[in-house]
């Protein structure tokens, strides 16, 4: 099964949470490969398509989810108890999931900062994961 790939928001410092959350889980690395929001990776995924600075995630298929819907989707890929906690969100109502994604997406630079820098540390042993 090929990777998908998680798109984030390389200047916000909850995304890059989200993405050593997923790298230290992703043990083998085969789940998904990692790529800013800011990189040319993404603005070919995405062409010409109107997305949040958010978190992305381009399916095998070719899909874009964003916010919520990515967040599901990356739970349900990775080992362990997220794939239940995954099932248990998908049976809240979208209007619900959508408005706490957006109410943690507007407080997100307040609580948790800025990355000082584009791109995250990356240490030598993950960078083949990254698409940058």
């Known amino acids: 099964m090929p990777a998908e790939r998680l798109f984030y928001d390389g200047s916000c410092a909850l995304c890059h949470r989200a993405v050593r959350f997923v790298l230290a889980r992703d043990k083998r690395g085969d789940a998904f490969r990692y790529a800013p929001l800011a ?16 978190l992305v995630v381009e399916t095998r298929d070719g899909r874009l989810l964003a916010r919520s819907a990515a967040v599901i989707h990356v739970m349900s890929r990775l080992p362990g108890p997220w ?17 706490l994604y957006e109410l943690v997406a507007r407080m997100r630079y307040r609580l948790f900062g800025r990355e000082p820098s584009a791109c995250p540390v990356i240490p030598a042993e993950l960078r083949s994961r990254f698409d940058l």
């Not at 040319?40 to 997305?51: N, P, Q, T």
């Not at 794939?83 to 619900?96: E, K």
């Open 83 to 99: 794939p239940a906690l995954a099932r248990l969100a998908r049976v809240a109502p979208t209007p619900v999931l959508a408005a």
């Open 39 to 54: 990189s040319e990776v993404f603005r070919e995924a995405a062409a010409g398509r109107d997305l949040p600075d958010s």
